[in-house]
């Protein structure tokens, strides 16, 4: 089992920063991948960025150039950092982390963190 808490959320104008922090606890050792997804009021949710050994997966197209995943391995924490922030960019933001134990994937998702941007 692997646990995920989330931090960093808020309200924050048009073109302005916010950093997305994610940290596992528990069953750590066998994470494959770290990422971020999002889910907007009457839209499904859709993948922002992922991250495994410090490869970058996958940028949603609308936030590439802006948004940047990183990880800290020692910590086992995900990060988003989200630049030039848009009214679009507003939705619950989640944490999903994968594991991978004897071949078997398992997901895991953090409790969501809302990101608001408004003028």
């Known amino acids: 089992q692997v646990q995920l808490v989330e931090s960093g959320g808020g309200l924050v104008q048009p073109g302005g920063s916010l950093r997305l922090s994610c940290a596992a606890s528990g069953s750590i050792d066998n994470i494959y991948v770290m990422g971020w997804y999002r889910q907007a009021p009457g839209k499904q949710r859709e993948l922002v960025a992922r991250?495994?050994?410090?490869?970058?997966?996958d940028y949603l197209e609308s936030v590439k150039g802006r948004f940047t995943v990183s990880e800290d391995n020692a910590k086992a924490t995900v990060y988003l950092q989200m630049n030039s922030l848009k009214p679009e960019d507003t939705a619950v933001y989640y944490c999903?982390?994968?594991?991978?134990?004897?071949?078997?994937?398992?997901?895991?998702w953090g409790q969501g963190t809302q990101v608001t941007v408004s003028s």
């Open positions: 991250i495994t050994r410090g490869v970058i997966w």
């Open positions: 999903n982390v994968v594991t991978r134990r004897l071949g078997v994937p398992s997901d895991y």
